[in-house]
């Protein structure tokens, strides 16, 4: 079936530095994928996505590639902030009409550190 | 205004009982979901309703029984508690169950089981 693979835990960053979480998939069909991101305490939040091969997905400076020549959507962005600091999951969502559902990689802890 | 809500944001437990929580969305939208987050923040698609009907049950124990009493609501039923159901339950909706809709979370449930 499908799944997504995320690199493990926790990154750990000094603020500025570039980050990489690293995020590839198996799946069948035409998948979206998606970022979400859950800070201390809270619920998940959708950080950015992408429906097609080749869209980017952006936002706070975070980006993502949907790349289906090597089955990554690898999350970056150029400069972080300890704001930043929280856990990262990637999910695919496999695109079946009306059973539609998300499947979660295991999430990444991202610490970023003044 | 919250869009999605879950209540309570923590319950504790003895085995063996019988709890519910409770999901609401004002987003307006179709479909509702329940997913489970592990101890170690694994997360995973338990149940979803589109339109007050049930469209997914990832072979959950028949002991958890969703009730959606409208497509704004959609409610989890849990009997007879074990150890193993203490995780992070939190709910989602979309504006449908069609292809690529992002899906919206609550601030989820933390549940413990004694």
């Known amino acids: 079936g499908d799944s997504v693979t995320q690199m493990e835990g926790p990154v750990t960053l000094s603020e500025e530095a570039f980050l990489t979480i690293n995020c590839t998939y198996t799946?069948?069909?035409?998948?979206?994928f998606f970022w979400y991101v859950q800070y201390p305490g809270e619920g998940l939040q959708l950080l950015l996505k992408a429906t097609k091969a080749d869209d980017k997905g952006s936002n706070k400076g975070f980006e993502a590639t949907y790349r289906k020549e090597t089955t990554s959507f690898h999350l970056e962005k150029g400069s972080v902030q300890v704001s930043d600091s929280a856990v990262y999951f990637c999910?695919?969502?496999?695109?079946?009409?009306?059973?539609?559902?998300?499947?979660f990689g295991t999430g990444t802890r991202l610490q970023v550190f003044p | 205004d919250t869009a999605v809500s879950q209540t309570p944001k923590y319950l504790v437990t003895q085995m063996g009982n019988d709890k519910s929580i409770k999901c609401e969305q004002n987003l307006g939208h179709d479909t509702m979901y329940w997913y489970k987050q592990d101890s170690k923040k694994f997360l995973k698609i338990m149940f979803s309703y589109n339109n007050k009907e049930l469209i997914i049950n990832e072979t959950v124990p028949n002991r958890f029984s969703p009730k959606s009493p409208d497509k704004a609501h959609l409610n989890l039923h849990i009997n007879s508690l074990e150890l193993g159901d203490s995780a992070v339950y939190f709910c989602?909706?979309?504006?449908?169950?069609?292809?690529?809709?992002?899906?919206?979370f609550g601030p989820g449930t933390r549940l413990l089981v004694l």
């Open positions: 989602a909706s979309s504006q449908d169950a069609a292809l690529q809709e992002t899906q919206y």
């Open positions: 799946a069948t069909g035409y998948p979206s």
């Open positions: 999910a695919l969502s496999p695109g079946s009409y009306n059973t539609d559902k998300l499947i």
